[in-house]
Protein backbone atom coordinates (compact mmCIF):
# COMPACT_ATOMS: atom_id res chain seq x y z
CA UNK A 1 0.00 0.00 0.00
CA UNK A 2 2.84 2.38 0.78
CA UNK A 3 4.43 1.65 -2.44
CA UNK A 4 1.37 2.80 -4.31
CA UNK A 5 0.55 5.84 -1.91
CA UNK A 6 4.25 7.22 -3.37
CA UNK A 7 4.04 7.14 -6.58
CA UNK A 8 1.15 9.35 -6.27
CA UNK A 9 1.97 11.95 -3.58
CA UNK A 10 5.90 11.81 -4.15
CA UNK A 11 6.70 13.75 -7.78
CA UNK A 12 8.47 11.87 -10.33
CA UNK A 13 11.33 13.01 -12.68
CA UNK A 14 9.86 15.90 -14.78
CA UNK A 15 9.97 15.67 -18.53
CA UNK A 16 9.53 18.04 -20.85
CA UNK A 17 7.86 17.44 -23.93
CA UNK A 18 8.30 13.81 -23.77
CA UNK A 19 8.40 11.62 -27.18
CA UNK A 20 6.47 8.36 -27.10
CA UNK A 21 8.80 5.96 -26.14
CA UNK A 22 9.73 9.14 -23.02
CA UNK A 23 6.18 8.47 -22.01
CA UNK A 24 6.08 4.75 -22.13
CA UNK A 25 9.40 4.39 -19.70
CA UNK A 26 7.39 6.55 -17.40
CA UNK A 27 4.70 4.28 -17.23
CA UNK A 28 6.74 1.58 -17.01
CA UNK A 29 8.16 3.33 -13.84
CA UNK A 30 5.20 3.89 -12.81
CA UNK A 31 3.45 0.22 -13.06
CA UNK A 32 7.06 -0.71 -11.59
CA UNK A 33 6.61 1.02 -8.47
CA UNK A 34 3.12 0.16 -7.89
CA UNK A 35 3.77 -3.68 -7.63
CA UNK A 36 7.37 -3.01 -6.07
CA UNK A 37 6.19 -3.80 -2.62
CA UNK A 38 3.75 -7.18 -3.64
CA UNK A 39 4.02 -10.65 -2.13
CA UNK A 40 5.90 -13.20 -3.63
CA UNK A 41 2.44 -15.49 -4.37
CA UNK A 42 1.34 -17.06 -7.10
CA UNK A 43 -1.37 -14.26 -7.89
CA UNK A 44 1.37 -11.51 -7.49
CA UNK A 45 3.51 -13.28 -9.93
CA UNK A 46 0.21 -13.98 -12.07
CA UNK A 47 -0.29 -10.27 -11.88
CA UNK A 48 3.25 -9.02 -12.68
CA UNK A 49 3.49 -11.72 -15.35
CA UNK A 50 0.53 -9.87 -17.35
CA UNK A 51 0.85 -5.86 -16.50
CA UNK A 52 4.84 -5.98 -16.60
CA UNK A 53 4.78 -8.24 -20.41
CA UNK A 54 5.35 -5.82 -22.67
CA UNK A 55 1.96 -4.20 -24.79
CA UNK A 56 1.29 -1.11 -27.44
CA UNK A 57 0.51 1.02 -24.42
CA UNK A 58 -2.20 2.75 -26.49
CA UNK A 59 -4.17 3.74 -23.93
CA UNK A 60 -2.07 5.50 -21.17
CA UNK A 61 -0.31 6.66 -24.17
CA UNK A 62 -3.38 8.61 -24.95
CA UNK A 63 -3.53 9.63 -21.41
CA UNK A 64 0.07 11.85 -22.19
CA UNK A 65 -1.18 13.06 -25.40
CA UNK A 66 -4.55 14.25 -24.88
CA UNK A 67 -2.70 15.86 -20.85
CA UNK A 68 0.26 17.65 -23.03
CA UNK A 69 -2.14 18.83 -25.74
CA UNK A 70 -3.95 20.80 -22.98
CA UNK A 71 -0.48 22.08 -21.42
CA UNK A 72 -0.79 19.76 -18.48
CA UNK A 73 2.09 18.39 -16.32
CA UNK A 74 2.84 14.54 -16.59
CA UNK A 75 2.61 14.53 -12.66
CA UNK A 76 -1.00 14.82 -12.52
CA UNK A 77 -1.57 12.38 -15.55
CA UNK A 78 0.56 9.52 -14.01
CA UNK A 79 -2.82 8.05 -11.76
CA UNK A 80 -5.19 8.07 -14.81
CA UNK A 81 -2.48 6.19 -17.18
CA UNK A 82 -2.19 3.68 -14.91
CA UNK A 83 -5.31 3.23 -14.10
CA UNK A 84 -6.61 2.16 -17.94
CA UNK A 85 -3.45 0.16 -18.30
CA UNK A 86 -4.68 -1.83 -15.25
CA UNK A 87 -8.47 -2.36 -16.54
CA UNK A 88 -6.95 -2.94 -20.16
CA UNK A 89 -5.11 -5.56 -18.92
CA UNK A 90 -7.42 -7.33 -16.49
CA UNK A 91 -9.69 -6.90 -19.52
CA UNK A 92 -7.31 -8.70 -21.78
CA UNK A 93 -6.59 -11.50 -19.05
CA UNK A 94 -10.46 -12.29 -19.17
CA UNK A 95 -11.15 -11.71 -22.70
CA UNK A 96 -8.67 -15.03 -23.00
CA UNK A 97 -10.27 -17.68 -20.57
CA UNK A 98 -11.11 -20.33 -21.93
CA UNK A 99 -15.06 -18.94 -21.23
CA UNK A 100 -14.34 -16.09 -23.49
CA UNK A 101 -12.05 -15.89 -26.56
CA UNK A 102 -10.39 -19.08 -24.92
CA UNK A 103 -6.95 -17.51 -26.51
CA UNK A 104 -3.49 -19.67 -25.65
CA UNK A 105 -1.09 -16.47 -26.69
CA UNK A 106 -0.77 -12.89 -25.75
CA UNK A 107 1.55 -10.29 -26.69
CA UNK A 108 3.93 -13.21 -27.64
CA UNK A 109 3.46 -15.25 -24.41
CA UNK A 110 1.30 -17.80 -23.06
CA UNK A 111 -1.80 -15.96 -21.89
CA UNK A 112 -2.16 -16.03 -18.08
CA UNK A 113 -4.44 -18.96 -18.09
CA UNK A 114 -1.50 -21.14 -19.76
CA UNK A 115 1.28 -19.49 -17.78
CA UNK A 116 -0.59 -20.04 -14.77
CA UNK A 117 -3.86 -21.47 -13.93
CA UNK A 118 -7.74 -20.66 -14.93
CA UNK A 119 -8.35 -19.30 -11.40
CA UNK A 120 -5.61 -17.24 -10.87
CA UNK A 121 -5.87 -15.77 -13.70
CA UNK A 122 -9.49 -14.90 -12.98
CA UNK A 123 -8.21 -13.86 -9.19
CA UNK A 124 -5.58 -11.64 -11.22
CA UNK A 125 -8.06 -9.90 -13.51
CA UNK A 126 -9.87 -8.79 -10.87
CA UNK A 127 -7.24 -7.87 -8.83
CA UNK A 128 -6.40 -5.72 -11.32
CA UNK A 129 -9.39 -4.28 -11.63
CA UNK A 130 -9.55 -3.26 -7.90
CA UNK A 131 -5.97 -1.92 -8.25
CA UNK A 132 -7.05 0.42 -11.16
CA UNK A 133 -9.88 2.38 -8.60
CA UNK A 134 -7.61 2.04 -5.63
CA UNK A 135 -4.57 4.04 -8.04
CA UNK A 136 -7.18 6.52 -9.09
CA UNK A 137 -9.11 7.00 -6.01
CA UNK A 138 -5.99 7.90 -3.81
CA UNK A 139 -5.96 12.59 -3.69
CA UNK A 140 -3.54 13.92 -6.44
CA UNK A 141 -2.05 17.13 -6.44
CA UNK A 142 -3.02 19.36 -9.19
CA UNK A 143 -6.47 17.39 -9.03
CA UNK A 144 -9.48 19.08 -7.62
CA UNK A 145 -12.01 16.72 -6.33
CA UNK A 146 -14.85 17.26 -8.20
CA UNK A 147 -12.62 15.64 -11.37
CA UNK A 148 -11.56 13.37 -9.24
CA UNK A 149 -14.99 11.65 -8.47
CA UNK A 150 -15.97 12.68 -12.57
CA UNK A 151 -12.35 10.38 -13.60
CA UNK A 152 -13.84 7.65 -11.13
CA UNK A 153 -17.02 7.88 -12.85
CA UNK A 154 -15.82 7.80 -16.20
CA UNK A 155 -13.61 4.76 -15.90
CA UNK A 156 -16.00 3.10 -14.41
CA UNK A 157 -18.70 3.75 -17.25
CA UNK A 158 -16.63 2.82 -19.93
CA UNK A 159 -15.07 -0.67 -17.94
CA UNK A 160 -18.97 -1.80 -17.08
CA UNK A 161 -22.35 -2.62 -18.78
CA UNK A 162 -22.40 0.85 -20.53
CA UNK A 163 -18.99 0.00 -21.65
CA UNK A 164 -16.24 -2.75 -22.32
CA UNK A 165 -17.93 -5.49 -20.82
CA UNK A 166 -21.16 -5.07 -22.55
CA UNK A 167 -19.00 -5.15 -26.15
CA UNK A 168 -17.47 -8.67 -24.89
CA UNK A 169 -21.15 -9.97 -23.99
CA UNK A 170 -22.26 -8.42 -27.76
CA UNK A 171 -19.20 -9.95 -29.27
CA UNK A 172 -19.87 -13.78 -27.80
CA UNK A 173 -23.60 -13.32 -29.10
CA UNK A 174 -22.20 -12.04 -32.28
CA UNK A 175 -20.30 -15.21 -33.37
CA UNK A 176 -21.86 -16.79 -36.23
CA UNK A 177 -24.13 -13.92 -36.89
CA UNK A 178 -23.67 -11.67 -40.38
CA UNK A 179 -24.01 -8.59 -38.43
CA UNK A 180 -24.87 -5.18 -39.95
CA UNK A 181 -21.57 -2.74 -40.36
CA UNK A 182 -23.61 -0.06 -37.87
CA UNK A 183 -24.55 -3.17 -35.66
CA UNK A 184 -20.90 -4.06 -35.43
CA UNK A 185 -19.28 -0.67 -34.97
CA UNK A 186 -21.92 -0.32 -32.22
CA UNK A 187 -20.01 -3.17 -30.75
CA UNK A 188 -16.58 -1.84 -31.02
CA UNK A 189 -17.98 1.31 -30.00
CA UNK A 190 -18.74 -0.45 -26.74
CA UNK A 191 -15.63 -2.97 -26.30
CA UNK A 192 -12.84 -1.14 -27.81
CA UNK A 193 -13.69 2.35 -28.01
CA UNK A 194 -15.34 3.19 -24.52
CA UNK A 195 -12.04 2.89 -22.84
CA UNK A 196 -9.86 4.66 -25.70
CA UNK A 197 -12.16 7.64 -24.90
CA UNK A 198 -11.67 7.12 -21.36
CA UNK A 199 -8.59 7.66 -21.46
CA UNK A 200 -8.73 11.57 -23.28
CA UNK A 201 -11.33 12.19 -21.38
CA UNK A 202 -9.59 11.48 -17.66
CA UNK A 203 -6.77 13.33 -18.81
CA UNK A 204 -8.58 16.20 -19.85
CA UNK A 205 -9.79 16.35 -16.15
CA UNK A 206 -6.52 15.94 -14.99
CA UNK A 207 -6.76 19.60 -13.50
CA UNK A 208 -7.92 22.31 -10.82
CA UNK A 209 -10.85 23.98 -13.64
CA UNK A 210 -14.28 22.48 -13.09
CA UNK A 211 -16.13 25.34 -14.91
CA UNK A 212 -14.09 26.46 -18.89
CA UNK A 213 -15.24 26.89 -21.56
CA UNK A 214 -12.24 26.45 -23.81
CA UNK A 215 -11.26 23.56 -21.99
CA UNK A 216 -14.94 21.95 -23.06
CA UNK A 217 -14.29 22.96 -26.15
CA UNK A 218 -10.92 20.95 -26.03
CA UNK A 219 -12.97 18.08 -24.20
CA UNK A 220 -15.50 17.60 -26.95
CA UNK A 221 -12.95 17.81 -29.79
CA UNK A 222 -10.88 15.09 -28.09
CA UNK A 223 -13.94 12.67 -27.69
CA UNK A 224 -14.19 13.30 -31.46
CA UNK A 225 -10.96 11.90 -32.04
CA UNK A 226 -11.11 9.47 -30.24
CA UNK A 227 -14.34 8.01 -31.39
CA UNK A 228 -12.56 7.87 -34.56
CA UNK A 229 -9.07 6.43 -33.51
CA UNK A 230 -11.06 3.55 -31.39
CA UNK A 231 -13.10 2.13 -34.39
CA UNK A 232 -9.71 3.02 -36.38
CA UNK A 233 -7.94 0.40 -33.93
CA UNK A 234 -10.64 -2.32 -33.97
CA UNK A 235 -10.71 -1.34 -38.13
CA UNK A 236 -7.15 -2.24 -38.34
CA UNK A 237 -7.25 -5.24 -36.05
CA UNK A 238 -9.33 -6.81 -37.97
CA UNK A 239 -7.49 -6.47 -41.50
CA UNK A 240 -4.27 -7.34 -39.18
CA UNK A 241 -6.05 -10.75 -38.20
CA UNK A 242 -6.38 -11.83 -41.98
CA UNK A 243 -2.85 -10.45 -43.73
CA UNK A 244 -0.39 -10.68 -40.45
CA UNK A 245 1.13 -13.22 -39.25
CA UNK A 246 0.96 -15.20 -35.65
CA UNK A 247 4.69 -14.35 -34.46
CA UNK A 248 3.89 -10.78 -36.04
CA UNK A 249 0.82 -10.24 -34.19
CA UNK A 250 1.96 -11.98 -30.86
CA UNK A 251 -1.13 -13.69 -30.78
CA UNK A 252 -2.56 -16.37 -32.68
CA UNK A 253 -3.55 -15.03 -36.41
CA UNK A 254 -7.09 -16.01 -37.91
CA UNK A 255 -8.25 -16.56 -35.07
CA UNK A 256 -11.40 -14.14 -34.99
CA UNK A 257 -11.92 -15.98 -38.58
CA UNK A 258 -11.74 -19.11 -37.01
CA UNK A 259 -14.37 -18.15 -34.45
CA UNK A 260 -17.14 -16.92 -36.52
CA UNK A 261 -16.65 -13.77 -35.48
CA UNK A 262 -17.70 -10.97 -37.42
CA UNK A 263 -15.35 -8.62 -38.89
CA UNK A 264 -15.42 -5.67 -41.04
CA UNK A 265 -13.56 -7.52 -44.05
CA UNK A 266 -16.29 -10.32 -43.47
CA UNK A 267 -19.17 -7.33 -43.70
CA UNK A 268 -17.65 -4.70 -46.39
CA UNK A 269 -14.88 -5.96 -47.87
CA UNK A 270 -11.00 -6.29 -47.34
CA UNK A 271 -11.07 -3.36 -49.90
CA UNK A 272 -13.99 -1.23 -48.60
CA UNK A 273 -12.31 -1.80 -45.17
CA UNK A 274 -9.10 -0.07 -45.53
CA UNK A 275 -11.13 3.00 -46.96
CA UNK A 276 -12.49 3.48 -43.91
CA UNK A 277 -9.91 3.06 -41.99
CA UNK A 278 -8.51 5.56 -43.89
CA UNK A 279 -11.19 7.97 -43.52
CA UNK A 280 -11.05 7.44 -39.90
CA UNK A 281 -7.59 8.44 -39.92
CA UNK A 282 -8.42 11.52 -41.65
CA UNK A 283 -11.30 12.17 -38.91
CA UNK A 284 -9.22 12.06 -36.02
CA UNK A 285 -6.70 14.86 -37.51
CA UNK A 286 -9.60 17.11 -38.22
CA UNK A 287 -10.98 17.01 -34.73
CA UNK A 288 -7.41 18.24 -33.53
CA UNK A 289 -7.59 21.61 -36.05
CA UNK A 290 -6.99 24.63 -33.80
CA UNK A 291 -4.94 22.50 -30.81
CA UNK A 292 -1.31 23.64 -31.48
CA UNK A 293 2.19 21.79 -32.21
CA UNK A 294 1.24 20.11 -28.38
CA UNK A 295 -1.15 18.03 -30.11
CA UNK A 296 1.62 16.76 -32.07
CA UNK A 297 1.86 13.27 -30.25
CA UNK A 298 -2.08 12.83 -30.69
CA UNK A 299 -1.53 12.97 -34.00
CA UNK A 300 1.43 10.12 -34.15
CA UNK A 301 -0.56 7.87 -32.27
CA UNK A 302 -3.46 8.43 -35.22
CA UNK A 303 -1.09 7.33 -37.57
CA UNK A 304 0.69 4.68 -35.85
CA UNK A 305 -2.92 3.18 -34.63
CA UNK A 306 -3.67 2.82 -38.70
CA UNK A 307 -0.55 1.55 -40.05
CA UNK A 308 0.53 -0.38 -36.98
CA UNK A 309 1.49 -4.22 -37.97
CA UNK A 310 0.90 -5.84 -34.77
Known sequence: MMARKMILSQPQTKYT???KEGYQNRLEDALEALLASAQKTSLDEAIRYCILGGGKRVRPLLVYAAGRALNFDP????PAAVAIELIHTYSLIHDDLPCMDDDA???GKPTTHIAFD?????????????????????PVHGICANNQLKMLNILANASGSNGMVMGQAIDLTAVGEALLEDELETMHAYKTGALIKASV???????NETDNADLMVRRSQLEDYADAIGLAFQVRDDILDIQSDTETLGKQQGADIA??????????????????????????LDSLTGFDRNADLLREIAGFIVKRIA
Open 17 to 19: MMD
Open 75 to 78: EVLD
Open 105 to 107: LRR
Open 118 to 138: EATAVLAGDALQAMAFEVLSQ
Open 201 to 207: LMASYSC
Open 259 to 284: AGKPTYPSIIGMDAAKQKLLKLHQEA
